[in-house]
Structures are given as C-alpha cells and as structure tokens.
C-alpha cells in the first residue's frame, strides 16, 4: 500500500511563505492528477490546486495568483509554494493522488499538515 508524506506545514505570519511536499512511498501508476485540498475547522474540505498527468495546473480562485503547484513525475512528487498567506489560508492541508486502476479513479489521501497564518 502507497502511502504519502507530507511535510512542511507549521505557523507563519500574514504576508509570509510556506512550501508544502509530498511524496509518495512507492511507484504509483497510471496517475491521472495530483493536488493538495485543505480543510478549516468548521467547514467542509475543499480543492486548492491541482496537476495533471500533462502538466495542466488548477487553482481555487482564493489561490490565484499567490499559490503555485508543481510535480515531479518520476519522484511521484508533488509541492505547493504558498506566498502572501493569509488568516484565512489556515487549514489542514492534504495531498491528495487520483490514478486509474482496475478500471476505475481510485485515490490516495496524505494524513494531512497544518498550516497557521497569524495575523
């Protein structure tokens, strides 16, 4: 079973930066995206950028502009630049992998790192 890693979260001021990474702890096949979603206390977790497997990139429009992903397809890695954080950026963050198998989407989820932006 893959599992993956994420690291990179902590505490930062508004108007600062964090880099969050994740990897995976194998080979995953037939990857069809990659991406990071956050969740906040109280609400329902949502999708904050995306990759996919042709290098086609997705942000939330909260993000834009501020957030950037990028990949390493051999690694099976995945990161996200956070710049200009703000308060309301804090979150649980989660990398998430969709890849097709046994024809369907299946999906792995990290365990999740916290990012806290204070004001």
């Known amino acids: 079973q893959v599992q993956l890693v994420e690291s990179g979260g902590g505490l930062v001021q508004a108007g600062g930066s964090l880099r969050l990474s994740c990897a995976a702890s194998g080979r995953i096949f037939n990857i069809i995206v990659m991406g990071w979603y956050r969740q906040a206390p109280g609400k329902q977790r949502e999708s904050v950028a995306s990759v996919s497997s042709g290098g086609r990139e997705s942000y939330a429009n909260s993000v834009k502009g501020r957030f950037t992903i990028s990949r390493d397809n051999a690694k099976n890695t995945v990161n996200l630049q956070m710049n200009s954080l703000k308060p309301e950026d804090t979150a649980v963050y989660y990398c998430?992998?969709?890849?097709?198998?046994?024809?369907?989407?299946?999906?792995?989820w990290g365990q999740g790192t916290q990012v806290t932006v204070s004001s």
């Open positions: 998430n992998v969709k890849y097709w198998s046994d024809s369907k989407i299946n999906e792995y």
